[in-house]
């Protein structure tokens, strides 16, 4: 039998608990077990514990995690982001391991998320770079309410990133893949790019990641190759990548023959 997308709800997440109401409104599943149900597409499975940390016992063709979004700046927004880490792995899974990206779903999910914000005003919508765990055997992205308890638990976020879950596992378009390097936390060069144009990116790798650690042929190969479908090409963020990390970067790129362009 062949494997289906799987989405991840954590318990105690508020937002997931929230995204998994909508979904259920959305789609009536089936229920299928303690903890697991099936919708025509896909299917749900629930589990106790971080989200950063959930490995899924149940294996699927790829996995969607639905869950809150932090930061510093509290900001309302409905976030999309491949898991990972660059470097060390301060938030869950393993040092210097990227999982498997999903290039055109996360597409589709952002596209759906830009398409239907306008009825949260003051939103935004961002495309986060790689960061936190888990790290998975198979392709995954995280799917999110930002950026507070306050926004976690809104109804109209939830059913939006819902629709943008199902959008994502519906989409059966097609377009070039890329990986972006270098810019800010939220990717401003390459989320217009996501939401707006004709290109899909797997990793997002950002400025200060590449700073703090040189990069190196390894982590770079590993965010060429670890998509889902394959990458054609890097674009960098030439402002968003101080100069030695720039350089070093031009330098791996070149020398394992991925073609690049300035973003």
């Keep these: 039998m062949a494997l289906r997308p799987c989405v991840i709800i954590a318990r105690e997440n508020q937002a997931s ?19 697991l149900w099936s919708a025509q597409d896909f299917d749900i499975a629930e589990y106790s514990g971080s989200i950063i940390e959930i490995v899924p016992e149940r294996d699927a063709e790829y996995y969607i995690f639905a ?19 660059w470097n060390a792995a301060d938030m869950g899974g393993l040092p210097r391991t990227l999982n498997i990206a999903l290039p055109i779903q996360l597409k589709a999910a ?3 998320m830009a ?6 005003p003051g939103w935004q919508v961002s495309v986060e770079v790689d960061h936190h765990g888990p790290t998975l ?30 959008a994502a596992i519906r989409c059966r378009e097609s377009y070039p893949v890329k990986i972006g390097f270098g ?18 990116f797997g990793h997002l790798v950002s400025g200060y990641s590449l700073e703090r ?51």
């Design 67 to 85: 869950s809150t979004h932090k930061s510093k700046s509290n900001s309302k927004s409905l976030t999309v982001h491949t898991p990972g880490n």
């Design 17 to 35: 608990v929230n995204i998994k109401s909508a979904l259920f409104s959305l789609l009536q599943p089936e229920e299928k077990g303690e903890g």
């Design 137 to 166: 055997s198979r392709p995954v992205m995280f799917a999110e309410i930002g950026s507070t308890e306050a926004e976690w638990s809104v109804p109209e976020a939830g059913k939006i990133v819902a629709e943008a879950i199902v």
């Design 213 to 263: 650690a040189a990069p190196d042929e390894e982590m770079v190969m590993q965010a060429f190759s670890k998509n889902s479908p394959k990458a054609a090409g890097a674009m960098v963020d030439w402002k968003g990548v101080k100069g030695e990390a720039r350089t070093a970067l031009i330098s791996v790129l070149d020398s394992c023959g991925i073609p690049w362009e300035k973003a």
């Design 110 to 112: 952002a596209q759906k």
């Design 183 to 200: 810019g800010t936390h939220y990717a401003p060069k390459f989320t217009p790019k996501i939401t707006g144009g004709q290109e899909a």
């Design 115 to 120: 398409q239907l914000a306008p009825s949260l």
